[in-house]
């Protein structure tokens, strides 16, 4: 998840998770639209704000709350991400508010396949190279937003 100024001279990275699938990476984007919505409008009486002053907006302000809340609430939508994030396209949500821009990104990583190895004979014992974990899965997916 990243936030740009208006003017695309400064990008902050606000999250970022390694998925291991298409499907754990579309749920993460779900929530993180989900805690973002709640970052950019929050409750008046949510105890972090304190006795901080707040000021209503008027209708024609930009609300990407409301859109990050409608795409995070549609299976729909959901469903679609999933199907992108699978066929191994990436996928991008941008909302737009009075002064920057949030996206909400997934795309996959490259990743370094394996040389085939040749059988090992039975009775001896396969041994990893140095450096090599044979209980660890190449990590395939970065996701920002």
Do not use: I
């Not at 704000?49 to 707040?54: A, E, F, H, R, Y």
């Not at 709350?65 to 995070?72: C, I, N, Q, V």
């Amino acid at each position: 998840m990243t936030a740009h100024d208006l003017s695309g001279s400064r990008e902050v990275v606000l999250a970022f998770y390694r998925a291991a699938s298409p499907r754990l990476a579309a749920r993460w984007m779900r929530a993180e639209a989900q805690r973002l919505a709640r970052l950019l409008a929050p409750e008046p009486t949510a105890p972090y704000l304190g006795s901080v002053l707040l000021v209503a907006a008027g209708p024609a302000c930009a609300r990407p709350d409301a859109d990050l809340l409608a795409w995070a609430s549609s299976n729909e939508r959901y469903e679609h991400a999933l199907r992108v994030l699978s066929s191994g396209n990436t996928y991008l949500l941008n909302v737009t508010d009075y002064d920057a821009q949030y996206s909400v990104r997934a795309y996959a990583l490259p990743t370094r396949s394996r040389p085939l190895q040749s059988p090992t004979p039975a009775g001896s014992r396969q041994c990893a190279p140095a450096g090599v974990g044979l209980h660890r899965k190449p990590r395939r997916w970065r996701f920002t937003l």
